[in-house]
């Protein structure tokens, strides 16, 4: 069993920036495709970045194309979301995920492809 523990939401104001991190507990993280959600309650939780296990693949929604990183330390077990240029609609829960199959960018903003969740950190960004 794998545990995804997030940290670093917070407040930001409008253009600012955070780093959100990801640290991972069992299983074998170094194999697996990880990647960050975001949701806002009443709407479907929606993709926000996938980075492959070796991080020869990262991939971004349309949204934040630009604005966020992500990375990866497999020495450490942890992942990253680098938020810069933060927008008011960019508040969400955020939530890393780990992916135990090697399609990493195949339906790689689809939730069900996931099989490991952290408990999500809150990201609020004032205007």
């Known amino acids: 069993q794998v545990q995804l523990v997030e940290s670093g939401g917070g407040s930001v104001q409008d253009g600012g920036s955070l780093k959100l991190s990801c640290v991972a507990a069992?299983?074998?993280?170094?194999?697996?495709?990880m990647g960050w959600f975001r949701q806002i309650p009443g709407l479907e939780r929606e993709a926000v970045a996938v980075i492959s296990a070796h991080s020869e693949i990262t991939l971004y929604a349309d949204s934040v194309k630009g604005r966020f990183t992500i990375s990866r330390d497999s020495d450490k077990n942890t992942l990253d979301l680098q938020l810069n240029t933060v927008k008011p609609e960019d508040s969400a829960t955020y939530y890393c995920?780990?992916?135990?199959?090697?399609?990493?960018?195949?339906?790689?903003?689809?939730?069900?492809?996931?099989?490991?969740w952290g408990q999500g950190t809150q990201v609020t960004v004032s205007s």
């Open positions: 069992g299983g074998i993280f170094s194999a697996y495709c």
């Open positions: 995920a780990a992916r135990r199959d090697g399609y990493c960018a195949r339906d790689w903003t689809t939730p069900e492809r996931y099989d490991y």
